[in-house]
């Protein structure tokens, strides 16, 4: 069974930082693309960053420069570094996991009052 939990969220002042994990289970970590998504209250979820398998990455223009996904294969879990939050930064965070299927997480939630 897949498993994707996310953590590290919370409340944080604008201007501060949050470093999120996802532990991922019961699939060949190393080889699955990773990605972390975001949705705020009444609008679409989006892409905020994506890695590949061979450590590429790209993210979303709202976030370039501030924030920065990375992997640990050994560690099966992706993070991401979220510097100089903005309160439009507030969502719900989400782990994804692709390759042949498709795995998400159930979220975490980050909130950054101004």
């Known amino acids: 069974q897949v498993q994707l939990v996310e953590s590290g969220g919370g409340l944080v002042q604008a201007g501060g930082s949050l470093r999120l994990s996802c532990a991922a289970s019961?699939?060949?970590?190393?080889?699955?693309?990773m990605a972390w998504y975001r949705q705020a209250p009444g609008k679409q979820r989006e892409l905020v960053a994506r890695?590949?398998?061979?450590?590429?990455?790209n993210y979303a223009d709202s976030v370039k420069g501030r924030f920065t996904i990375s992997r640990d294969n050994a560690k099966n879990t992706v993070y991401l570094e979220m510097n100089n939050l903005k309160p439009e930064d507030t969502a719900v965070y989400y782990c994804?996991?692709?390759?042949?299927?498709?795995?998400w997480g159930k979220g975490t939630l980050v909130t950054v009052s101004s």
């Open positions: 994804n996991a692709f390759r042949r299927e498709s795995y």
């Open positions: 019961g699939i060949i970590f190393s080889i699955n693309n």
């Open positions: 890695i590949t398998s061979a450590g590429s990455t």
